[in-house]
């Protein structure tokens, strides 16, 4: 069988089974394990495996996953998205669609203590949506706002896809946060413009007026606080150089802990509730790691990721064009697949083509740029159907509202989302222009 073949084998297999509904970790080591045994046999396999699963888990690195994912938990069970959201909508609400803008305001500052996008998408939901029905906003605008403001958990550091990258890509987690800082801004903004000019054009989404009773107070800014102190310490701390990214992490998990007894809504069985659920979500992320792993090893013996690579090269094209198709193949991809899952199994492929290209950067500079576009195009597709995982799960929140609504309800974001991402594209600069402070 020919290299070609038998990868096209591999993915036939791995997508055979993800339609069987088959969990996307057991489809990829499946696949990878048919490619792998039918070129090198079970004794090779056997090594394999022996090998790859102890020196993938014993990676210090690794470690800082299930620390930010513990420390949004704690943010979720200890109540501070309330605050986040009660003070984001004092803020806003002179402004028509003001609660909608308040709520991609929440999810950006939640964002900055999370590192989910499922998850945050999740809490903001259930604090902002009964929020946004009492005060007339549509099904369509609210679900859609909420599923659109969820994608900002990955958007603005930490971020769990981009922590991976860097494993993947063997870079500087702290400088791929800090060039995720300013697109996750300017995302946090374009969804708040892109709601600003979808509530004028379609009438009737949302009042002439949003009513909030709430004001701004000292109480209220207390409130946000915490949140402000927590990501001064785990970010000035990595980037003043007193701790690493995974120090930082497990640093953000104590602070964060410590805030939410402080308001004294975490319970000792909310408490079980966050390691349980930490366990669960670091368990699931690892399982593809050894999937992704070994579907990768797979197509590595097919030599045909660096043919690829090789004829790319040799076809001339623009580095960017090339890097717009790979955008736009994980549009594709995300119709089918979650973000972790395509980070894991493309990276290894993608990577070493892109950064085997001549953007007249510095190859560091060219791996975090890419890393960035990665992460804005994976964010698209956690919104676009036919999955939009975000989509759902807001949905499956507002269970009077018709998932067609709430899809209607994103379009407006991927709008912003595909100008954000050609801007990224073709300035580069608005990436790296925070690495540079970086030593």
């Not at 028509?96 to 929440?106: F, K, N």
């Not at 930082?248 to 805030?259: D, E, L, M, N, Q």
């Not at 950064?355 to 560091?364: S, V």
Request: net charge neutral.
């Amino acid at each position: 069988m020919s290299p070609l073949a038998l990868t096209l084998m591999i993915f036939a297999i791995m997508l055979l089974l993800m339609a069987l509904r088959t969990p996307i970790a057991i489809a990829m080591f499946v696949a990878g394990s048919v490619g792998y045994v039918t070129q090198a046999g079970w004794l090779p396999l056997s090594y394999f495996l022996n090998a790859q699963a102890f020196a993938r888990f014993a990676s210090y690195d690794l470690s800082v996953i299930p620390l930010f994912i513990l420390m949004g938990h704690f943010a979720t069970q200890g109540g501070i998205s309330k605050a986040l959201f009660g003070f984001a909508s004092a803020i806003m609400s002179r402004f028509r669609g003001g609660l909608a803008m308040a709520a991609v305001m929440a999810s950006a500052a939640f964002g900055a203590i999370c590192g989910s996008s499922v998850a945050t998408a999740a809490t903001i939901t259930s604090v902002a949506l009964p929020e946004m029905k009492r005060h007339g906003y549509s099904g369509r605008l609210s679900t859609g706002t909420l599923a659109a403001g969820g994608t900002l958990g990955i958007l603005i550091p930490p971020s769990v896809p981009l922590v991976i990258y860097a494993i993947l890509a063997e870079q500087n987690i702290a400088k791929l946060f800090a060039a995720a800082m300013v697109p996750g801004l300017i995302a946090m903004v374009g969804y708040m413009i892109a709601i600003a000019i979808y509530v004028r054009l379609v009438p009737g989404h949302a009042p002439e007026k949003d009513v909030v009773q709430e004001k701004i107070t000292v109480k209220s800014l207390l409130g946000v606080v915490p949140i402000g102190i927590i990501f001064l310490i785990v970010f000035g701390g990595i980037y003043g150089g007193l701790f690493s990214p995974t120090e930082g992490a497990a640093v953000g998990a104590a602070s964060t802990f410590v805030a939410a007894l402080l308001k004294r809504e975490l319970t000792f069985e909310k408490i079980k509730l966050c390691f349980y659920a930490t366990a669960e979500g670091s368990a699931m992320i690892f399982m593809i790691f050894i999937g992704a792993d070994m579907m990768n090893a797979a197509l590595a013996l097919t030599q045909v990721p660096n043919q690829l690579a090789s004829l790319v090269a040799s076809w001339g094209l623009s580095p960017i064009l090339v890097v717009s198709f790979i955008m736009l193949f994980y549009v594709v991809l995300g119709a089918v697949m979650d973000e972790l899952s395509m980070i894991l199994l493309t990276i290894p492929i993608f990577f070493p083509m892109v950064i085997g290209l001549d953007f007249g950067m510095p190859r560091e500079s060219v791996a975090i740029w890419f890393g960035i576009m990665v992460l804005m195009t994976v964010g698209f597709g956690l919104l676009a159907p036919p999955v939009g995982l975000n989509v759902y799960v807001v949905n499956g929140i507002a269970k009077d509202v018709p998932i067609a609504e709430s899809y209607r309800g994103v379009m407006p974001f991927l709008i912003s989302d595909v100008i954000r991402t050609l801007l990224l594209l073709f300035f580069p600069a608005i990436s790296l222009w925070l690495v540079k402070f970086i030593g």
